[in-house]
């Protein structure tokens, strides 16, 4: 048998467990795999939450990408100039050319704050900050501690963003710090959406918004952030409304990976790889796949969805190598642990066609969802060890399935 | 199910105002629509992203949202709230008989 080569672009979550998971489908003679990442820096992006809080700190979530990759993985460091999509190569920046018989794009979601007027203007990393990277977390921890009182706003400022309720548990976790210390009552809390509710879906929406307001934080909705005014404190809509602060915390826009724009044919607008949505194929060419941040399917950009997505992606690139139809089973299951404060979680577990529902969770026996408990909340600081461990490796969380399970939901709620 | 008549012609609208059935828009309800919106006038820039927003619905399925529209219809956000004050993928989606454009999640 001649040996194939599989090229994996990005070495986080989806590139990791991908790579794994192949390595275990094929003998080193069989397959070689490459994967390629611009830097050596695996974060923990679940963690990037509790670190302005001083929950995590930064050194506890980053870890080496090489050291998370099997033996006989050749991992390279070196960013991606562009993507051949017809010549069936990549052309890394170092000059090097890379043939490939099947391609994996796992190279995320990037931030773009330069998108937004005034974002990172005068204010930045002063009295604006972004949790959604290691330097903007510790940042906001140095502020946060700092704060003796005022207007803090929690801005998203347009979809899509990785992990969509992540700023709802901002404003959850920022309550329950307020409080520990002990200046609540001189802090107005405030989340400012872009969305015309707490949420995208119905049920978990309505949940959600009870939660800010039992809290105490406002909810402006459908407010679309024309400009960052950091001098000035205010948020300005593109409909020319103003939020005041004190302090802001802004999800930026997001896009796909730089070198997804600069290769023909591979991505959308934004940047992210045009895939089908069970298979996780690429509309451009049938040998190049995407998982994870990176694909433009109608998911949630999370780690369970790319977890999910795995088992899914290696078996289609089996079949595609030995010329069999691809299986079309991935259906969008995402499942999401929402910190709310004060050593609670609620759990929410949906697909592309049911919506966050309460019930339990794997089955009636499981843990609550949609509901707050200590139960979840254990669930998702287990998490992080079971990440590196179990996730990464490839190997299969027990009891929780690709497939989203409909046993213990609630699906009357839902009418 | 509402139905709306527009042009003289009656169409089905859902709960929210959308087309339920974008082939049975025409060009020549678009102003009366507008007008519902509180747009009293179309210009040439109106009709620019309206012409826009078919096409992507015709390619794609959907129509695009304001970031994508500000990046792939010659007309920037700014300009776009200027033309749709209410919402410019919402509004012009409504104008231009295609469905809501399908929010990411």
Redesign the interface.
């Known amino acids: 048998m001649v040996t194939k080569r599989i090229v994996i672009l990005g070495g986080g979550t989806g590139g990791t467990l991908s790579a794994n998971r192949l390595r275990r489908v094929y003998p080193k003679e069989e397959a070689e795999i490459v994967v390629v990442d611009q830097n050596d820096d695996h974060v923990y992006q679940p963690g990037l939450l509790f670190v302005p809080f001083g929950l995590a700190h930064p050194e506890e979530i980053v870890r080496s990408r090489r050291h998370q990759l099997h033996n006989d993985i050749e991992f390279r460091q070196v960013p991606v100039d562009r993507v051949d999509v017809g010549g069936d190569c990549v052309h890394l920046e170092d000059g090097t050319v890379l043939d490939y018989d099947v391609l994996v794009i796992a190279t995320g979601s990037i931030l773009v704050e330069e998108e937004t007027e005034g974002l990172t203007g005068p204010g930045w990393m002063e009295k604006v900050f972004t949790f959604y990277d290691v330097a903007g977390a510790a940042g906001l921890h140095n502020a946060l501690e700092a704060f003796d009182g005022g207007r803090v706003v929690v801005n998203v400022v347009?979809?899509?963003i990785k992990c969509?309720v992540a700023p709802l548990e901002f404003c959850f976790l920022a309550d329950w710090f307020f409080q520990q210390v002990g200046i609540r009552e001189h802090v107005e809390l405030t989340y400012v959406t872009p969305?015309d509710g707490a949420f995208?879906?119905p049920v978990a929406s309505q949940r959600l918004a009870g939660l800010l307001e039992e809290k105490g934080v406002a909810l402006v909705t459908?407010f679309?952030t024309?400009e960052v005014d950091g001098p000035g404190g205010r948020l300005v809509s593109?409909?020319q409304r103003e939020v005041g602060f004190d302090l802001a915390v802004v999800v930026p826009?997001h896009g796909g990976a730089s070198y997804v724009g600069r290769s023909p044919g591979l991505g959308?607008?934004?940047g992210f790889v045009l895939v089908d949505e069970h298979t996780l194929q690429s509309a451009a060419k049938p040998n190049i796949f995407a998982i994870g941040d990176a694909a433009g399917i109608?998911?949630?950009k999370a780690g369970s969805v790319t977890h999910f997505e795995g088992e899914v992606l290696v078996e289609n690139i089996r079949r595609f190598l030995t010329n069999e139809p691809l299986d079309g089973s991935f259906d969008g299951h995402t499942n999401c642990f929402i910190e709310t404060g004060f050593g609670k979680a609620l759990l929410i577990d949906f697909n592309y066609d049911t919506e966050p529902l309460p019930g339990h969770f794997p089955t009636s026996v499981g843990l609550p969802l949609l509901k707050e408990s200590r139960l979840n909340h254990l669930g998702k600081l287990m998490f992080q060890p079971l990440y590196w461990h179990s996730l990464l490796p490839g190997r299969d969380l027990p009891g929780v399935g690709s497939a989203m399970p409909v046993r213990g939901k609630d699906i009357e709620a839902a009418r | 199910m509402p139905i709306a008549n527009y042009a003289g012609t009656a169409v089905t609208l859902n709960d929210e105002g959308f087309f339920e059935d974008p082939s049975q828009w025409t060009e020549a309800m678009a102003p009366e629509i507008a007008r519902a919106q509180g747009v009293d006038e179309l210009t040439e820039p109106h009709w620019q992203v309206i012409k826009f927003m078919r096409t992507e619905y015709t390619e794609k399925g959907t129509g695009p949202t304001v970031r994508v529209l500000g990046k792939t219809s010659g007309v920037s956000v700014k300009e776009l709230y200027q033309l749709f004050p209410k919402g410019p993928a919402k509004m012009a989606a409504k104008i231009a008989g295609i469905p809501k454009p399908r929010g990411c999640i």
């Open positions: 347009d979809m899509p969509p969305l995208t879906k459908e679309n024309g593109y409909d826009l959308d607008e934004l109608p998911t949630s």
